[in-house]
């Protein structure tokens, strides 16, 4: 399955069929329906509508399809319906009531005013009322907004499925960027306990020849001592299992993306755990390599929060 991102959009203007059931030629339809969707990343799947007052019983029924298509995000959805057609398809003959009032007007005004021109049949028409056409039949509306939504929400997933492509490719890198990084700090942490268990026992070896001359400490406990103490040391500072894990946690999230689907949630948590993973090799690096290393894995721990952010 593809990965998709919740960051998209789509639009699309749609007329109704020209045509009956039964092929015969029918007017073109007086109405154009326009569609708009946005989305961007959110926990949850958070629906808004900028609905005309004519689409605001289908409300209900562009939230299912919205339900079925997405799974997360904020989605807003905008339509509107507008006339089409040129201006002589909009006209319409005056009734003979309205010509009766603009006859009654001009004969009132050239009583006033004779100099004053009659009215030609442009004026007549310009004062008359444009024509509203009716809306289609519940029967004919309701499919033909469900089609639309339909065509609307497959761009806007192939739109999501572009960006998650992008989204997964580029945390896939850093996958084997931080790979790199765990290879390169492996052969680094024994060389780093040695030296520190050697530091150790040499001050160790000062402090017992000072304890020595004086009498006050026997030569075998305190080697004892330097030895459990430098043992404790290189437990403190050893992060090989820290690695490990980390190895454990990028192996699971490319396979993750490797399979696609709803994972948001679970790359999520993911990340918190590589972002422990590396506070902790930090926090007991006790060389510059290691501290480097360290800081180069939460920089790319951080790019990929902000990545995984996006993923539905």
């Known amino acids: ?16 069929s020209t045509a009956s059931a039964d092929h015969s030629e029918t007017p073109p339809s007086p109405w154009r329906l326009s569609l708009e969707v946005r989305s961007v990343n959110s926990r949850f799947l958070d629906l808004h509508f900028r609905l005309p007052d004519e689409l605001r019983p289908y409300e209900n029924t562009l939230r299912e399809q919205l339900q079925k298509q997405l799974r997360r995000g904020k989605v807003e959805l905008r339509a509107s319906l507008e006339r089409t057609g040129s201006l002589p398809d909009q006209l319409q003959v005056p009734s003979v009531l309205l010509l009766q009032k603009l006859a009654s007007a001009q004969d009132t005004i050239r009583t006033w005013l004779p100099d004053a021109a009659p009215l030609s049949v442009a004026d007549v028409l310009r004062l ?43 945390l896939l890198q850093r996958v084997q960027q931080l790979r790199a990084l765990s290879a390169e700090a492996e052969p680094l942490i024994p060389q780093v306990v040695e030296a520190q268990r050697q530091r150790f026992l040499d001050k160790w070896k000062d402090a017992l020849q000072a304890g020595s001359s ?41 396979d993750l993306l490797k399979k696609g689907g709803e994972l948001g949630k679970r790359l999520d948590f ?43």
Not at 227 to 253: C, G, K, N, P
């Open 214 to 254: 004086s009498g006050n400490v026997s030569r075998d406990a305190a080697q004892d001592r330097a030895l459990a103490e430098a043992a404790s040391f290189s437990l403190r500072i050893d992060v090989a299992e820290e690695l490990t894990r980390l190895q454990s946690h990028l192996d699971t999230i490319e």
């Open 128 to 170: 008359s009322p444009p024509s509203q056409p009716a809306l289609l039949p519940e029967a004919e509306l309701r499919p033909w907004i469900q089609q639309a939504a339909d065509q609307l929400l497959n761009q806007l997933r192939e739109a999501r499925e572009t960006e998650g492509r992008q989204l997964a490719d580029s």
């Open 270 to 312: 993911l990340i918190q755990e590589l972002h422990r993973e590396a506070n902790t090799l930090g926090s007991k690096s006790a060389s510059s390599d290691t501290s480097r290393i360290a800081m180069d894995m939460k920089v790319l721990v951080e790019q990929m929060r902000e990545q995984v952010q996006n993923i539905e």
């Open 1 to 16: 399955m593809p990965v998709y991102s919740m960051t998209g959009y789509a639009s699309l203007q749609s007329t109704p």
